[in-house]
């Protein structure tokens, strides 16, 4: 199949627009004989399932969690961007377009990046119509701060609490649509599998997780609004349940999954402890504005600190290493994340860092604590320190912090074209299921702004421009052979799960592979080491479907039997996540492959041949997947390769 | 450490539950009370037993999934806190700790120490919203909020929706998450023109749910892992007798 973004012509400022009066419209009356599917009930999927209601479509909404309120994008803390250029600071939809397509290291589509850019500032008009409680001045007026390291101040924030609150605005939304009966809210239901007939997406199978029931449910169209994919790493700051499940049933049924590499790195995550650690927690990137970053020198002082023979402040000055400040002398600790996170894993390799487990770097507050008072800090950033203090049980105001990277978020996911739409018609996938706006590099407060744009202000145009070429007869029931066999085959994957009867847990599983993909997928990676672990995940995978044990049955709510068809699709996925890895020859943002740096160390790119999108296509079990390639097209931006010196 | 755990097992909702008891040898004081959970999943798969199950997610505070009442607490000993955030060190060396659900006639348990919550859900959708559809939104700037006003929004906002108040007080009301969300619209200039429908709807809601009536005792905000004040009860008290003085809409 061809590859077509759809990228509408026309100059960058114009495309959205005129698109926009190009499509086709769903006359008002006729809205309600149209059904929607949305899967997922975070920023994207509550903010599109509210959308498309308020539209006058019927629509029915998915969630696996007792509440749609407590899909992941809760746990956001940062913020959200918007080209508001409320503080007079130079800011413009132009300038975050730039630094967005800039920060995703010249990887993403310029035609979707400036269109998010330019909806941004309707998020915001939303959000406080909404009644969002974002900080504000004395004034009365909205505040902004710099995040991740921008120029400008354009992040909007609540607190520690902005995904939270903003997915709140969107939770509210969707409760008043269920309360006008426009949205079915279908709870602790699980969707696993697409249903493609003649060509287009016409419902989906789920499974309830309380009484283990298959369940077909048909519709028009279909928006998958599942999240992204970092769990297959098993320890990541996603939460438990995030899976990819959705998304990888989708691409088996004929949806490509791009970039499936670009994963993104946290640098200031709280250090693995032990082995029976569950998740990882993420400490604000903010913390790296007065925080100072540094390992011991020499390794006797780091292995004394492991060994808890020596504490950090036994270090005197001169003994220790402030490894960002000394590589690069003018962004310091400010470096992007990625750089950050390469860095901490660098010094660590050498036997440097500290912790029992060797893997963690202090974060140092003792000279910005002398220079502005404890009081000062405390202001800034008390949450965190008593957040930070509960899970480790130590004092940053007293011993410096210990960080680590961890894996955070997921730019990779099902291709869309400019209307969403995936490689499937009637199929779409928004927010970070989607791969579209990122490139190889999130820019932190931009996700939350994809996920509400994606589900406010894009999708409810481009699906109706779907939907009034189809018609509204054109839907399959449920009682169509095609969801007959999609529930047949689910049922038969859960007995087979359940009658292994094997010896180790899918929990055991999980981490074995998540262990894999840290080593030889994660913050660097090389060919001999992507290769060593596309066999090792081979193996894993059968040695699973021999010996994993799943109690219970499928008629009852089993949370073990929903972990380990998690894991299978993890289990498929992480092979194609080194498959892409190894094919992209080069380095850019998330992706740092050792053979392709600058003398620096630094990522390179390499533009003349690698400046697409990959979108994998699945062609069978255990059958390589298929490329194609999707040439990014760069008219309005010079690429040129990042430098922090 | 060693603890012994009895923890509430329950089939279905249909089933009679009862504590039963585990030992665990090998746990160490920085593991979170969930991963203690985990840990016993795991052996427990091993003999052949069925997991116990119990809702939990984010596991960092904020999705308002886990809800454990742990010795007599609502998420256990640690004040301002979730289940998940709790961990082991704040326990002692061959402790033994009792772990039940949330008790609460509008919290039927589904399955060990998992529990119906969506009565909270339904309260929200009753009226818990500012009614403005996609698009047609003023300039976000266009109503200045004073900032007073915007952080007293917030801190009703931050409920995480997790139950704690309920299953911490004696007659399982429901009053704190309730007022928490009246609070947190109406004191917002945004949030006036549905005022008083808002307070009357919500509470008709609560108690058609089986939530017990407030006596005003304080349990939910000491258990209450965001500290949610009962300046927010005494909030919606207001709204409430406001709302039956001027509403035309005078039954429930
Ligand atoms: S008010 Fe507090 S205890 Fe009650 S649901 Fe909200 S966060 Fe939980
Ligand atoms: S698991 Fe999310 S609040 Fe505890």
Same mark, same amino acid.
């Given at each position: 199949?061809?590859? *077509?973004?759809?990228?509408?012509?026309?100059?960058?400022?114009?495309?959205? =627009?005129?698109?926009?009066?190009?499509?086709?419209?769903?006359?008002?009356?006729?809205?309600?004989?149209?059904?929607?599917?949305?899967?997922?009930?975070?920023?994207?999927?509550?903010? %599109?399932?509210?959308?498309?209601?308020?539209?006058?479509?019927?629509?029915?909404?998915?969630?696996?969690?007792?509440?749609?309120?407590?899909?992941?994008?809760?746990?956001?803390?940062?913020?959200?961007?918007?080209?508001?250029?409320?503080?007079?600071?130079?800011?413009?939809?132009?300038?975050?377009?730039?630094?967005?397509?800039?920060?995703?290291?010249?990887?993403?589509?310029?035609?979707?990046?400036?269109?998010?850019?330019?909806?941004?500032?309707?998020?915001?008009?939303? @959000?406080?119509?909404?009644?969002?409680?974002?900080?504000?001045?004395?004034?009365?007026?909205?505040?902004?701060?710099?995040?991740?390291?921008?120029?400008?101040?354009?992040?909007?924030?609540?607190?520690?609490?902005?995904?939270?609150?903003?997915?709140?605005?969107?939770?509210?939304?969707?409760?008043?649509?269920?309360?006008?009966?426009?949205?079915?809210?279908?709870?602790?239901?699980?969707?696993?599998? !697409?249903?493609?007939?003649?060509?287009?997406?016409?419902?989906?199978?789920?499974?309830?997780?309380?009484?283990?029931?298959?369940?077909?449910?048909?519709?028009?169209?279909?928006?998958? @609004?599942?999240?992204?994919?970092?769990?297959?790493?098993?320890?990541?700051?996603?939460?438990?349940?995030?899976?990819?499940?959705?998304?990888?049933?989708?691409?088996?049924?004929?949806?490509?999954?791009?970039?499936?590499?670009?994963?993104?790195?946290?640098?200031?995550?709280?250090?693995?402890?032990?082995?029976?650690? =569950?998740?990882?927690?993420?400490?604000?990137?903010?913390?790296?504005?007065?925080?100072?970053?540094?390992?011991?020198?020499?390794?006797?002082?780091?292995?004394?600190?492991?060994?808890?023979?020596?504490?950090?402040?036994?270090?005197?000055?001169?003994?220790?290493?402030?490894?960002?400040?000394?590589?690069?002398?003018?962004?310091?600790?400010?470096?992007?994340?990625?750089?950050?996170?390469?860095?901490?894993?660098?010094?660590?390799?050498?036997?440097?860092?500290?912790?029992?487990?060797?893997?963690?770097?202090?974060?140092?507050?003792?000279?910005?604590?002398?220079? *502005?008072?404890?009081?000062?800090?405390?202001?800034?950033?008390?949450?965190?320190?008593?957040?930070?203090?509960?899970?480790?049980?130590?004092?940053?105001?007293?011993?410096?912090?210990?960080?680590?990277?961890?894996?955070?978020?997921?730019?990779?996911?099902?291709?869309?074209?400019?209307?969403?739409?995936? =490689?499937?018609?009637?199929?779409?996938?928004?927010?970070?299921?989607?791969?579209?706006?990122?490139?190889?590099?999130?820019?932190? %407060?931009?996700?939350?702004?994809?996920?509400?744009?994606?589900?406010?202000? !894009?999708?409810?145009?481009?699906?109706?421009?779907?939907?009034?070429?189809?018609?509204?007869?054109?839907?399959?029931?449920?009682?169509?052979?095609?969801?007959?066999?999609?529930?047949?085959?689910?049922?038969?994957?859960?007995?087979?799960?359940?009658?292994?009867?094997?010896?180790?847990? !899918?929990?055991?599983?999980?981490?074995?592979?998540?262990?894999?993909?840290?080593?030889? @997928?994660?913050?660097?990676?090389?060919?001999?080491?992507?290769?060593?672990?596309?066999?090792?995940?081979?193996?894993?995978?059968?040695?699973?479907?021999?010996?994993?044990?799943?109690?219970?049955?499928?008629?009852?709510?089993?949370?073990?039997?929903?972990?380990?068809?998690?894991?299978?699709?993890?289990?498929?996925?992480?092979?194609?996540?080194?498959?892409?890895?190894?094919?992209?020859?080069?380095? @850019?943002?998330?992706?740092?492959?050792?053979?392709?740096?600058?003398?620096?160390?630094?990522?390179?790119?390499?533009?003349?041949?690698?400046?697409?999108?990959?979108?994998?296509?699945?062609?069978?079990?255990?059958?390589? $997947?298929?490329?194609?390639?999707?040439?990014?097209?760069? $008219?309005?931006?010079?690429?040129?390769?990042?430098?922090?010196? | 450490?060693?603890?012994?755990?009895?923890?509430?097992?329950?089939?279905?909702?249909?089933?009679?539950?009862?504590?039963? &008891?585990?030992?665990?040898?090998?746990?160490?004081?920085?593991?979170?009370?969930?991963? #203690?959970?985990?840990?016993?999943?795991?052996?427990?798969?091993?003999?052949?037993?069925?997991?116990?199950?119990?809702?939990?997610?984010?596991?960092?505070?904020?999705?308002?999934?886990?809800?454990?009442?742990?010795?007599?607490?609502?998420?256990?000993?640690?004040?301002?806190?979730?289940?998940?955030?709790?961990? #082991? +060190?704040?326990?002692?060396?061959?402790?033994?700790?009792?772990?039940?659900?949330?008790?609460?006639?509008?919290?039927?348990?589904?399955?060990?120490?998992?529990?119906?919550?969506?009565?909270?859900? +339904?309260?929200?959708?009753?009226?818990?919203?500012?009614?403005?559809?996609?698009?047609?939104?003023?300039?976000?700037?266009?109503?200045?909020?004073?900032?007073?006003?915007?952080?007293?929004?917030?801190?009703?906002?931050?409920?995480?929706?997790?139950?704690?108040?309920?299953?911490?007080?004696?007659?399982?009301?429901? #009053? /704190?998450?309730?007022?928490?969300?009246?609070?947190?619209?109406?004191?917002?200039?945004?949030?006036?023109?549905? +005022?008083?429908?808002?307070?009357?709807?919500?509470?008709?809601?609560?108690?058609?749910?089986?939530?017990?009536?407030?006596?005003?005792?304080?349990?939910?905000?000491?258990?209450?892992?965001?500290?949610?004040?009962?300046?927010?009860?005494?909030?919606?008290?207001? &709204?409430? /007798?406001?709302?039956? /003085?001027?509403?035309?809409?005078?039954?429930?």
């Amino acid at each position: 199949m061809e590859l *077509d973004s759809k990228i509408p012509e026309g100059p960058l400022a114009e495309k959205w =627009s005129r698109h926009k009066f190009g499509l086709k419209l769903v006359n008002p009356a006729n809205k309600r004989k149209y059904d929607i599917i949305v899967v997922g009930t975070g920023l994207a999927g509550a903010s %599109a399932a509210a959308s498309l209601a308020e539209l006058g479509y019927n629509v029915k909404a998915f969630t696996f969690h007792d509440s749609a309120r407590r899909a992941h994008s809760i746990a956001a803390q940062g913020g959200i961007n918007a080209a508001k250029n409320y503080q007079n600071d130079g800011d413009s939809v132009f300038r975050l377009f730039y630094d967005t397509i800039k920060g995703g290291d010249y990887r993403a589509r310029e035609g979707n990046v400036y269109r998010l850019a330019e909806v941004s500032v309707n998020i915001i008009d939303q @959000c406080v119509a909404q009644g969002v409680p974002f900080a504000r001045e004395y004034g009365g007026l909205l505040a902004n701060r710099s995040f991740g390291g921008a120029q400008v101040s354009r992040t909007f924030y609540a607190r520690g609490q902005t995904g939270q609150q903003l997915l709140l605005g969107a939770y509210h939304a969707l409760s008043r649509q269920v309360a006008n009966g426009k949205v079915k809210l279908i709870t602790r239901t699980e969707m696993l599998d !697409v249903i493609v007939v003649d060509g287009k997406a016409r419902g989906i199978v789920t499974r309830n997780l309380l009484t283990g029931a298959i369940e077909s449910h048909s519709a028009h169209a279909v928006l998958l @609004c599942t999240g992204g994919y970092g769990n297959v790493f098993y320890l990541s700051t996603n939460a438990m349940n995030s899976n990819v499940t959705a998304a990888w049933r989708a691409h088996k049924k004929g949806a490509y999954f791009s970039n499936p590499c670009y994963t993104q790195i946290h640098p200031t995550c709280i250090p693995v402890k032990g082995d029976y650690q =569950s998740k990882l927690t993420l400490m604000s990137e903010s913390l790296r504005n007065d925080g100072r970053v540094w390992v011991p020198k020499n390794q006797q002082d780091a292995e004394k600190i492991r060994k808890g023979q020596m504490k950090a402040n036994d270090i005197p000055e001169d003994a220790r290493d402030y490894f960002l400040e000394r590589r690069y002398p003018s962004f310091g600790n400010l470096v992007p994340r990625d750089v950050a996170s390469r860095n901490a894993k660098y010094v660590c390799d050498e036997g440097r860092g500290v912790a029992p487990t060797g893997l963690a770097v202090y974060l140092d507050f003792a000279d910005a604590i002398k220079r *502005d008072g404890r009081k000062t800090i405390e202001a800034k950033y008390g949450n965190l320190f008593e957040m930070y203090e509960k899970i480790v049980g130590d004092n940053p105001y007293e011993t410096p912090m210990m960080i680590y990277p961890a894996v955070h978020y997921t730019m990779g996911g099902l291709w869309v074209d400019y209307n969403l739409m995936t =490689s499937v018609p009637g199929l779409y996938a928004l927010g970070e299921a989607n791969f579209s706006d990122h490139g190889a590099n999130r820019l932190g %407060a931009s996700a939350l702004m994809q996920g509400l744009a994606d589900g406010y202000f !894009v999708i409810p145009y481009t699906v109706g421009d779907y939907l009034a070429t189809i018609g509204p007869g054109d839907k399959v029931a449920v009682d169509h052979p095609a969801f007959k066999e999609a529930e047949q085959r689910v049922h038969d994957m859960n007995n087979r799960l359940l009658s292994i009867k094997g010896s180790k847990t !899918v929990d055991e599983y999980h981490k074995a592979l998540g262990h894999i993909m840290w080593d030889y @997928c994660g913050m660097s990676r090389n060919a001999e080491g992507l290769k060593k672990a596309k066999k090792m995940i081979q193996d894993l995978r059968a040695e699973f479907w021999q010996n994993v044990r799943v109690l219970g049955t499928n008629e009852e709510m089993n949370q073990s039997l929903e972990h380990a068809g998690r894991v299978a699709d993890f289990l498929e996925l992480g092979e194609l996540m080194v498959d892409d890895a190894l094919h992209r020859e080069e380095s @850019c943002g998330g992706h740092f492959r050792e053979e392709y740096q600058t003398e620096e160390g630094e990522a390179l790119r390499d533009d003349a041949n690698f400046t697409y999108v990959a979108a994998w296509e699945y062609t069978g079990d255990n059958k390589p $997947e298929v490329l194609h390639k999707e040439e990014l097209v760069f $008219e309005n931006v010079k690429l040129t390769q990042r430098s922090y010196k | 450490m060693k603890i012994t755990l009895k923890v509430w097992r329950q089939k279905n909702s249909n089933t009679p539950g009862k504590l039963v &008891e585990y030992q665990l040898d090998n746990i160490s004081p920085d593991m979170s009370f969930l991963e #203690m959970f985990d840990v016993l999943n795991g052996e427990l798969t091993k003999k052949g037993e069925e997991i116990i199950a119990f809702d939990h997610d984010c596991r960092e505070g904020i999705c308002g999934s886990c809800s454990m009442y742990i010795n007599g607490r609502a998420h256990g000993p640690q004040t301002g806190s979730t289940t998940c955030q709790l961990h #082991m +060190r704040s326990f002692n060396d061959g402790d033994t700790i009792i772990v039940e659900p949330w008790r609460a006639r509008a919290f039927p348990v589904i399955k060990d120490l998992m529990v119906d919550r969506t009565a909270f859900d +339904r309260v929200a959708q009753a009226g818990g919203y500012i009614s403005v559809n996609t698009g047609s939104a003023p300039d976000a700037n266009e109503i200045p909020v004073p900032r007073e006003i915007a952080d007293t929004a917030m801190d009703a906002a931050q409920c995480i929706a997790c139950g704690a108040c309920v299953a911490a007080c004696k007659n399982a009301s429901a #009053m /704190l998450y309730v007022a928490a969300k009246v609070s947190h619209f109406a004191v917002l200039p945004q949030g006036q023109a549905e +005022r008083t429908m808002r307070a009357e709807r919500m509470v008709a809601q609560m108690d058609a749910e089986g939530f017990g009536a407030c006596s005003f005792t304080g349990a939910c905000s000491v258990e209450c892992p965001k500290s949610i004040s009962l300046d927010h009860i005494a909030r919606l008290n207001r &709204e409430y /007798l406001g709302a039956k /003085l001027t509403s035309n809409n005078l039954q429930g």
